[in-house]
């Protein structure tokens, strides 16, 4: 077994193209191994800054030799009348290099049996590399210096061995060797001499190139860093990814910042340092404090230049926030209001001004419905979107809400309108909490179904490739709001009166609300199987999420075959019939009478566990049922009285779901 490395250094790539190259390479490496028939127990991809590397173990020196039957000219044009090759006959065994005692006939056809040698690994890799690289695709890619090709960026330098002979091969117009190179502070002559070294030999260069352990070691040593001062660091995954990506050799640097900074919104100087500088912000006791970490690249032991340079820079991003922030606050939020008169929701759809009126109206009716006080929730509507107008906002848009709220919290504004206008952008993401608040609930439901009612009014609604305004976060956004509340919404209502309040008036109802429920289907299904979900979807589950999910559960328990068989025998029996009329002096049978006795002493008024246990004690109604009655009588008054009795029977199945999709 052999092992194969591949290392192409290059000059700084753009942290959000490595992720996307490590999958690349693994899915392209795998793909033309497998296609070749080459065996191997493992491909790793590592990737720093500087370098993108493979290395494939446990590969076939050669491929095996595969045996390949050609079919030729038909019998009678391979052959003439003495039994000798004809032109044809002859051409085909000339095309394949063979005598005629190597071939034969089968199924009067003239055929070949040829064995094409095995490649050895070396010479596939030195054919088929070069291409699979360059094949990795990403944003922005460019020529460089004179060459045609395109990649993110030049390449620096190129290893490619396996084993510990080198396999010669050229990307672009760089040419491969022995020698990696080490950091930038560190050696630059670094002998590969064996691929299973690779990983050892570049940490003794201080390249940690896997980016597992390199991150693994960022989020070590800053805990580490910030331990020395008694704090604890914050990161969230997006900023572990890309200090992973822009550092080789990750040592921590701890660095103060003046604790003016800290009288500004929390958020703010937190995304300041985490967004918009990759640093680590440090909390003690619960509290933000004014240190923080930065990750450098460094290898030295002289660190105060490198503190006092990030101090520098996060210093005047502050500093622009602290002006932002004064300014902002000279007048209360009320006043930025008429302010949104001057920003465009979308085009058609009016402006965020005339947005904030929309929500007010279906924030009131939602609150209504409810039976829930709705001065805190009108107040949270007007207020909601205020803070766009706002100097901080415009700055750092990402907190538009959370600025919203300090500022309402100056403004004198009470707790629940504060909290209410911060959750209401709630949930940020798919994996972020709902809002914990009623303000921030009602608020949030309507401004996300407003959202997505003006997308679809406007002829805009999503594809696969695009997804306006985000509304499908927005329609997930609901759906998760009401579930994680228990709320009783209905979903449906507030989408018909949406559209209604829209300056443009479109009938989309339809296409709205399936979009809500399969965007509901798609988040059920990572719990529940999808075809419960869909049969339970035969009633509008957005009259009540909460209801809808019940009902999923209870049949997701469903073990009754003979349910199954009896309430699918129905469907079929009625396909689209409906008659409604039962009239009792047309049963023949004890059969129908006892059946309606049953089917009318169901109780809807329960649990559906409770239904469902009722739904399987008509069981041996419903079987006697079909063993004694023919449902299509000569008797048109029967027929019809017995498709009747038929009709209000699944009346009652399709109370707990569509059987024939379970």
């Not at 670094?190 to 050892?200: C, G, Q, S, T």
């Not at 080789?248 to 937190?270: Q, S, W």
């Not at 340092?273 to 619960?286: P, S």
């Amino acid at each position: 077994m052999s092992i194969y490395l591949l290392e192409v250094g290059t000059e700084e790539l753009p942290y959000k193209f490595i992720p996307q190259a490590i999958e690349q390479l693994n899915s392209g490496f795998a793909n033309f191994l497998n296609d070749n028939k080459v065996k191997f127990s493992d491909i790793k991809v590592y990737a720093t800054p500087r370098r993108l590397a493979v290395i494939i173990d446990g590969l076939d020196t050669k491929t095996a030799d595969e045996v390949k039957i050609v079919k030729g000219p038909i019998k009678n044009v391979a052959f003439d009348e003495n039994g000798n090759l004809t032109k044809a006959g002859e051409g085909f065994a000339r095309k394949n290099n063979l005598a005629k005692e190597d071939l034969y006939v089968e199924d009067n056809y003239l055929h070949a049996k040829i064995v094409v040698k095995g490649k050895s690994i070396a010479e596939l890799l030195q054919e088929n590399v070069p291409s699979i690289f360059m094949k990795l695709q990403g944003a922005h890619f460019m020529r460089w210096g004179y060459n045609e090709a395109k990649f993110s960026r030049p390449i620096k330098w190129i290893v490619s061995v396996l084993d510990n002979e080198e396999v010669k091969i050229k990307i672009i117009d760089k040419e491969s060797s022995i020698y990696s190179r080490g950091h930038r502070f560190a050696q630059q002559q670094v002998l590969i001499n064996n691929p299973k070294d690779y990983v050892e030999t570049m940490r003794n260069a201080c390249v940690i190139v896997d980016q597992n352990e390199r991150k693994q070691v960022i989020v070590e040593k800053a805990k580490e860093e910030a331990a020395k001062i008694g704090a604890e660091p914050y990161y969230t995954d997006d900023l572990l990814e890309e200090v992973t990506f822009i550092t080789e050799y990750p040592v921590p640097a701890l660095c103060e910042f003046d604790p003016r900074y800290l009288d500004i919104p929390e958020e703010v100087t937190v995304t300041v340092m985490a967004v918009h500088q990759r640093y680590f912000a440090l909390y003690k006791d619960g509290k933000l404090t004014n240190k923080f970490i930065t990750m450098t690249n460094y290898l030295g032991t002289e660190f105060e230049n490198i503190k006092a340079g990030n101090v520098r820079v996060i210093k005047a991003r502050l500093d622009d926030a602290v002006f932002f922030f004064n300014e902002d606050t000279k007048k209360p939020l009320i006043d930025y209001v008429e302010s949104l008169k001057g920003i465009t929701f979308q085009k058609g759809m009016g402006t965020m001004f005339d947005k904030t009126q929309r929500l007010i109206k279906l924030s009131n009716r939602i609150a209504k419905d409810l039976n829930i006080e709705s001065k805190d929730i009108e107040r949270t509507a007007t207020l909601c979107k205020a803070d766009l107008t706002t100097n901080l906002v415009f700055e750092f848009t990402e907190l538009q809400g959370f600025i919203g709220a300090d500022y309402a919290r100056v403004s004198g504004e009470n707790n629940k309108v504060v909290e209410g206008i911060k959750e209401h952008y709630f949930p940020l993401n798919a994996e972020s909490n709902t809002a914990k608040g009623i303000e921030g609930q009602i608020v949030g439901i309507a401004d996300k179904i407003d959202t997505v009612c003006a997308v679809f009014a406007a002829g805009k609604k999503p594809t696969g490739s695009s997804d306006p305004l985000g509304v499908r976060r927005a329609a997930l956004g609901v759906i998760r709001t009401i579930l994680d509340s228990g709320l009783k919404i209905n979903v449906d209502k507030y989408i018909k009166e949406a559209l209604q309040l829209l300056p443009v008036q479109r009938d989309c109802a339809d296409e709205v609300n399936e979009f809500f429920i399969q965007r509901m289907i798609i988040f059920l299904s990572e719990k529940y199987n999808k075809n419960i979900l869909e049969a339970c979807s035969m009633k509008n589950p957005l009259v009540d999420i909460a209801d809808y999910v019940e009902r999923v559960k209870v049949v997701k328990e469903l073990n009754s075959p003979q349910l199954l068989e009896n309430a699918n025998r129905v469907i079929r029996i009625l396909k689209d019939t409906s008659v409604d009329s039962i009239n009792e002096s047309f049963f023949k049978e004890s059969a129908e009478k006892d059946l309606y006795d049953a089917v009318k002493k169901l109780n809807d008024n329960v649990d559906y566990k409770t239904y469902l246990t009722e739904l399987e004690n008509l069981n041996p109604y419903v079987t006697k049922f079909f063993d004694d009655v023919l449902v299509m009588d000569k008797d048109e008054n029967v027929k019809k009285n017995r498709l009747a009795l038929l009709t209000l029977l699944r009346k009652k199945y399709d109370y707990l779901t569509d059987f024939s999709k379970v």
